[in-house]
């Protein structure tokens, strides 16, 4: 592409500024493993999961605007599901669920840089994998990391986050240099701490605002061209997508086979700051359904939210574009041949009620609805899958067409099309938002959805003045929540309230005695 810039010429251009020492320009990243166990007639398992990526805003779902292309290319050639959930409604529970194949209620993982408890360090992805895989591991995710850190002992190959941004994080990052989760963790505590007590905190935010300012400026001067609206970046650090794919083409066609690939890349996740050719793509003038504000509404306006909503459409396309360069790059070296590839996500976004984003104890469809879309190898038609599944249930499906065994810890399925069962109703699916419960206590204050057939029941308990709300919607004829149907359809309420209050009975019992 026209429009790409190499990654040695980037780190040239960023040796013009006075921030040498946060140059990272390790080079051993693509090392072979070929000393581990080889099975060479199994597939191989590629997972690629897009941050923040709303099924809600993907033109394959049925989107109004055309964002998503080249997955539309990826999708004649898979199982494409269009009911499936994430386990939470951001990163840590979303990820975790994924990577565990258990729901939040039982790997703990609630809160922004918890770990998986003790119980599930080796219950995970990786971990029932085996070492006869060649086993990879990266994200842009800050927030992912920490599982991926947690979880080393089962993965080959695990990246450091550091390696596909143009340049350190922090003054931390050289204090801890070969360990990128601690750096982050201490700077995420340091602030934390000292941000009312101490007074050379305010210091310390201030250079770093400045430096973290002055390189932006100085990347938007010399990348102008390329992204006006400025160079995207994800907790402080800047990056460019187009590094991260090469970086995967390299590491999936040099690796030892089969491999297990998981790649968690922070696009479309905000600031959304697409490319220049996506950049005004969706100026369309299209306006979605107003939706009446939420008790929990942030108090923004449409107008707003519409606006975001553009940008983010638009940043959807780019990153959309990016995979199909890796698809492309896969189907011409005939790597399509012997690979599962997996496109999904770990949560959505949301841009209604006068709500933005995901950080919220709402789980609407834009935030908990995600895309899954999986092709087999030599997979030549596409399969649509309407019937609800989850997140949680990629660990077992993975599992099931490599033939090997699927723990009984595990809580997930075999997705439809993978197994002998035939797509069917009647399965419960849960999400959970429970970011203010302690890791070792039980659920009081948070968020449980229930998606059954074409209903979604959704609970908000502990909040102050929501103590005890319920919603019901009928997806099938109302996919936009807009009809609460709580007190018209008594009958379908009950029921799934009855199932939903006994499940987290079960699930909060272990806990009430601590």
Not at 291 to 307: M, T, V
Not at 346 to 365: N, V
């Amino acid at each position: 592409m026209s429009s790409q810039i190499s990654r040695r010429s980037f780190l040239k251009l960023l040796s013009l500024l006075s921030l040498t020492p946060l140059l990272n320009e390790r080079l051993h990243l693509f090392e072979e493993t070929s000393s581990l166990p080889q099975n060479q007639g199994a597939p191989n398992m590629l997972i690629l999961v897009f941050d923040t990526l709303s099924a809600k805003h993907v033109s394959v779902y049925g989107y109004n605007r055309k964002t998503t292309p080249h997955l539309a290319r990826f999708a004649e050639r898979a199982t494409v599901y269009h009911a499936h959930y994430a386990g939470g409604n951001f990163t840590p529970p979303g990820t975790a669920s994924l990577l565990t194949g258990t729901y939040p209620w039982s790997h703990r993982a609630f809160s922004p840089l918890a770990r998986v408890a003790e119980s599930y360090k080796h219950r995970n992805l990786f971990r029932v994998f085996g070492e006869t895989y060649n086993r990879i591991a990266y994200t842009h995710n800050w927030h992912t990391n920490v599982f991926l850190h947690q979880f080393q002992d089962d993965v080959d190959v695990l990246i450091d986050p550091r390696e596909f941004y143009l340049f350190k994080r922090e003054f931390l990052d050289q204090v801890f240099p070969n360990d990128a989760e601690i750096a982050y963790r201490s700077d995420v505590s340091l602030f934390r701490i000292v941000k009312d007590t101490n007074p050379g905190s305010l210091f310390l935010s201030v250079v770093n605002r400045l430096r973290h300012d002055y390189v932006e400026n100085v990347l938007r001067r010399e990348l102008a061209n390329l992204y006006p609206t400025g160079v995207p970046y994800f907790q402080e650090s800047f990056f460019l997508l187009e590094h991260a794919i090469d970086g995967i083409k390299t590491l999936i066609s040099t690796s030892r086979q089969p491999f297990l690939g998981y790649f968690h890349l922070i696009p479309p996740h905000a600031p959304y700051r697409p490319r220049r050719e996506f950049t005004g793509l969706f100026d369309d003038g299209w306006v979605p359904v107003a939706k009446e504000p939420h008790f929990f509404s942030e108090g923004r306006s449409d107008e707003f939210l519409n606006q975001k909503r553009r940008q983010y459409d638009e940043y959807i396309a780019d990153t959309d574009a990016e995979f199909g360069r890796l698809y492309d790059f896969m189907a011409q070296a005939g790597m399509l041949d012997n690979t599962y590839v997996v496109f999904t996500t770990d949560h959505g976004e949301m841009f209604e009620r006068g709500i933005l984003a995901h950080s919220t104890p709402t789980l609407y469809e834009p935030i908990i609805r995600i895309p899954l879309l999986i092709s087999k190898p030599k997979q030549q038609q596409r399969e649509d899958v309407y019937t609800p599944t989850s997140c949680i249930d990629l660990l077992p499906t993975l599992l099931q067409v490599t033939g090997q065994t699927i723990p009984d810890w595990c809580e997930g399925e075999v997705l439809p099309t993978f197994g002998d069962k035939e797509a069917s109703g009647g399965r419960s699916i849960f999400s959970v938002e429970a970011c203010r419960t302690p890791k070792h206590a039980p659920l009081t204050k948070a968020t449980a959805a229930l998606i059954k057939d074409q209903y979604k029941l959704i609970h908000y308990f502990g909040y102050d003045g929501y103590e005890n709300g319920y919603e019901l919607y009928d997806l099938a004829n109302d996919p936009e929540e807009m009809e609460d149907l709580y007190l018209s359809r008594k009958s379908v309420a009950a029921d799934l309230q009855s199932e939903l209050e006994e499940k987290l009975r079960e699930v909060n019992q272990p806990y009430l005695s601590k």
